[in-house]
């Protein structure tokens, strides 16, 4: 066991240890190397077993299992995290185990029960600043907009630095704030004080840069965030779509295949299948659903919600009905804007076009909190519309799909070309009737040349009076 000096160093006064490293992280809520952790988690453990009265070292035990279990998609982690944390609070109510509950429940996507825990620690430590992120989050998950940017506002009056920032990015790229989200994972890719943490930043970054169609930029993001820690697995998903997207689909499914076996995260399972099934390899993708199937069990043994996932599979290559009432259970439970999409989206499939167009508008649309700036969602959109007739708008949104992102899946992004190119172009407006040829007419009595020309407004206002009033001459009467 490891004695941590309060600066995080160890006893002997040298550098930060890996234990010390990775304590730090989780408690302030950031991405920790895995190597660190496992020390940690090492370490923890054998403490609590002397000490099972510490309620701190739980709690930290608890966090350290959160995010293990998040880095290497290892569902079978958080029920120990649970217990952890749990036990922490049975010992003694603090800020940081509630903390680490609202965090594992995020991991878990209850958002409901995130909520509840994070308020529970603010309610016991108003200040904790660190208990805003997972707030936020679950703020997000449920469509509460306004109570996230209220919690960010709060975050940032209490806090600055690298943590704060990514997750203000977060809350911007909801709200379609690329830029700025661009920019603050930009600030805090260059604070970040581990490499962990750097890579996880510049993941995020290489994510907003790919949701914008930007291939080559997002390729850079994803080899470095890889250079700079080999274990971010998500940078190497990530790296598999930029590369399928510049047309490289042999590196492509290497770095696919690379990602899911060290995080086989069902996602990951559902893009590389689809891929497969772009390059006519059906059997290869075929592999990949069974294998996405297998992994929402297991995720689901150890409290996952990865029904999101599961719905959006069904509706494209299994039940869309069974999507449906998946989907339907998951509005229920966690209204957010990804669930609105995927359940419109099955809605469509399953041949309901008008109620899924109820929900592929909240999807999209600002005003039910849709700012999400989504090729995937203006593409469900517009194939909606299609469906039901609605040309001019299917359009627009096909064509919007497109302009975010060209390559925003290999199967759909063609299918949304090929829909446009039916629909073809929008008819010509027809042009308004012209007035007579009126050269040569006289000008009426009384009239006057104008001391000053009219501006074009007021041209446009006094044309359509005259226009107007010449149309209400009787017939037969003289005109002057």
Same mark, same amino acid.
């Given at each position: 066991?490891?004695?941590?000096?309060?600066?995080?160093?160890?006893?002997?006064?040298?550098?930060? =240890? %890996?234990?010390?490293? *990775? /304590?730090? +992280?989780?408690?302030?809520?950031?991405?920790?190397?895995?190597? @660190?952790? $496992? &020390?940690?988690?090492?370490?923890?453990?054998?403490?609590?077993?002397?000490?099972?009265?510490?309620?701190?070292?739980?709690?930290?035990?608890?966090?350290?299992?959160?995010?293990?279990?998040?880095?290497?998609?290892?569902?079978?982690?958080?029920?120990?995290?649970?217990?952890?944390?749990?036990?922490?609070?049975?010992?003694?109510?603090?800020?940081?185990?509630?903390?680490?509950?609202?965090?594992?429940?995020?991991?878990?996507?209850?958002?409901?029960?995130?909520?509840?825990?994070?308020?529970?620690?603010?309610?016991?430590?108003?200040?904790?600043?660190?208990?805003?992120?997972?707030?936020?989050?679950?703020?997000?998950?449920?469509?509460?907009?306004?109570?996230?940017?209220?919690?960010?506002?709060?975050?940032?009056?209490?806090?600055? =630095? %690298?943590?704060?920032? *990514? /997750?203000? +990015?977060?809350?911007?790229?909801?709200?379609?704030?690329?830029? @700025?989200? $661009? &920019?603050?994972?930009?600030?805090?890719?260059?604070?970040?004080?581990?490499?962990?943490?750097?890579?996880?930043?510049?993941?995020?970054?290489?994510?907003?840069?790919?949701?914008?169609?930007?291939?080559?930029?997002?390729?850079?993001?994803?080899?470095?965030?890889?250079?700079?820690?080999?274990?971010?697995?998500?940078?190497?998903?990530?790296?598999?779509?930029?590369?399928?997207?510049?047309?490289?689909?042999?590196?492509?499914?290497?770095?696919?295949?690379?990602?899911?076996?060290?995080?086989?995260?069902?996602?990951?399972?559902?893009?590389?299948?689809?891929?497969?099934?772009?390059?006519?390899?059906?059997?290869?993708?075929?592999?990949?659903?069974?294998?996405?199937?297998?992994?929402?069990?297991?995720?689901?043994?150890?409290?996952?919600?990865?029904?999101?996932?599961?719905?959006?599979?069904?509706?494209?290559?299994?039940?869309?009905?069974?999507?449906?009432?998946?989907?339907?259970?998951?509005?229920?439970?966690?209204?957010?804007?990804?669930?609105?999409?995927?359940?419109?989206?099955?809605?469509?499939?399953?041949?309901?076009?008008?109620?899924?167009?109820?929900?592929?508008?909240?999807?999209?649309?600002?005003?039910?909190?849709?700012?999400?700036?989504?090729?995937?969602?203006?593409?469900?959109?517009?194939?909606?519309?299609?469906?039901?007739?609605?040309?001019?708008?299917?359009?627009?949104?096909?064509?919007?799909?497109?302009?975010?992102?060209?390559?925003?899946?290999?199967?759909?992004?063609?299918?949304?070309?090929?829909?446009?190119?039916?629909?073809?172009?929008?008819?010509?407006?027809?042009?308004?009737?012209?007035?007579?040829?009126?050269?040569?007419?006289?000008?009426?009595?009384?009239?006057?040349?104008?001391?000053?020309?009219?501006?074009?407004?007021?041209?446009?206002?006094?044309?359509?009076?005259?226009?107007?009033?010449?149309?209400?001459?009787?017939?037969?009467?003289?005109?002057?």
């Amino acid at each position: 066991m490891v004695l941590l000096a309060p600066d995080g160093r160890d006893g002997s006064g040298g550098a930060p =240890g %890996p234990e010390a490293l *990775a /304590r730090t +992280a989780v408690v302030a809520g950031v991405p920790a190397s895995l190597p @660190d952790l $496992a &020390a940690l988690i090492t370490d923890r453990e054998e403490h609590v077993r002397d000490h099972p009265k510490d309620a701190e070292s739980w709690a930290v035990l608890g966090s350290a299992y959160v995010e293990q279990g998040r880095r290497l998609a290892d569902a079978g982690a958080y029920p120990r995290a649970e217990r952890a944390l749990r036990t922490s609070l049975r010992t003694r109510r603090s800020a940081q185990a509630l903390e680490g509950l609202a965090v594992l429940a995020n991991a878990r996507r209850d958002y409901r029960a995130a909520r509840g825990w994070a308020e529970a620690a603010l309610e016991k430590e108003s200040r904790r600043w660190t208990a805003y992120g997972p707030l936020i989050e679950a703020c997000t998950g449920l469509n509460d907009h306004k109570a996230a940017q209220r919690a960010l506002d709060r975050l940032l009056e209490l806090r600055s =630095g %690298p943590a704060v920032q *990514a /997750r203000a +990015a977060a809350l911007y790229r909801d709200q379609g704030r690329r830029e @700025d989200a $661009a &920019a603050a994972l930009s600030d805090a890719a260059a604070a970040a004080r581990t490499p962990a943490e750097r890579a996880a930043w510049l993941e995020r970054g290489g994510q907003l840069a790919w949701e914008r169609g930007d291939r080559e930029p997002a390729l850079r993001h994803f080899e470095e965030a890889l250079r700079t820690d080999p274990d971010q697995r998500a940078a190497q998903a990530g790296q598999g779509r930029a590369l399928a997207a510049l047309g490289r689909a042999t590196e492509a499914l290497s770095a696919y295949r690379a990602a899911l076996a060290k995080q086989p995260v069902p996602e990951y399972a559902l893009e590389l299948g689809e891929l497969y099934e772009s390059l006519g390899l059906g059997q290869a993708a075929r592999v990949q659903y069974d294998l996405l199937r297998e992994r929402v069990r297991t995720a689901a043994a150890g409290g996952v919600d990865e029904e999101l996932t599961l719905g959006l599979f069904e509706a494209d290559h299994g039940d869309p009905a069974e999507a449906v009432r998946r989907l339907r259970t998951e509005w229920k439970r966690q209204p957010g804007i990804a669930v609105a999409d995927a359940l419109g989206w099955a809605l469509h499939r399953a041949g309901s076009d008008e109620e899924a167009l109820t929900f592929a508008v909240r999807a999209t649309d600002r005003e039910h909190g849709g700012g999400v700036r989504s090729a995937l969602y203006a593409f469900h959109r517009g194939m909606i519309e299609r469906d039901l007739g609605l040309s001019g708008p299917a359009r627009r949104h096909l064509q919007e799909a497109l302009r975010i992102n060209p390559y925003f899946s290999p199967l759909q992004a063609p299918v949304a070309r090929r829909a446009l190119g039916t629909l073809g172009e929008p008819p010509a407006e027809p042009l308004p009737e012209m007035s007579g040829d009126t050269e040569g007419a006289e000008e009426p009595e009384g009239s006057e040349e104008p001391e000053e020309s009219l501006g074009s407004a007021e041209s446009a206002e006094s044309l359509g009076s005259a226009e107007s009033e010449e149309s209400e001459v009787p017939d037969g009467a003289e005109r002057r």
